[in-house]
């Protein structure tokens, strides 16, 4: 059974960086590309970033681009986000998925298994 396990989220001020880590198991993590998804409250769940299983292709929304960094450990089963220069609307739960697939995809009806989420708050 694939689990997905996100850490790392917390309360945050405007300008500040948070690290997301989302552990694997349950299968060989690197043959599968992974993404970032969140959903802030009375919104729809957005893509953030994803990224192949070789970690050769990322993808990220306009949102984020230049400021979040997707990235993996295929050695220690980790997906990781960095994230800077936080603004208010970056405020959500932030997710990790994972796609039986090696080629990253930017929608969420491509992903299959899906963590919990983390709260991530940035305050102004």
């Known amino acids: 059974q694939v689990r997905l396990v996100e850490s790392g989220g917390g309360l945050v001020q405007t300008g500040d960086s948070l690290r997301l880590s989302c552990a694997a198991s349950?299968?060989?993590?690197?043959?599968?590309?992974m993404g970032w998804f969140r959903q802030a409250p009375g919104k729809e769940r957005e893509f953030v970033a994803a990224?192949?299983?070789?970690?050769?292709?990322?993808a990220y929304a306009d949102s984020v681009k230049g400021r979040f960094t997707i990235s993996r450990d295929n050695a220690k089963n980790v997906l990781y986000l960095q994230m800077n220069s936080l603004k208010p609307e970056d405020t959500a739960v932030y997710s990790c998925?994972?796609?039986?697939?090696?080629?990253?995809?930017?929608?969420?009806?491509?992903?299959?298994?899906w963590g919990q989420g983390t709260q991530v708050t940035v305050s102004s």
């Open positions: 998925a994972s796609r039986n697939s090696a080629f990253l995809r930017t929608t969420a009806s491509a992903y299959n298994y």
């Open positions: 990224i192949s299983n070789g970690a050769d292709s990322t």
């Open positions: 349950g299968r060989t993590f690197s043959p599968y590309a």
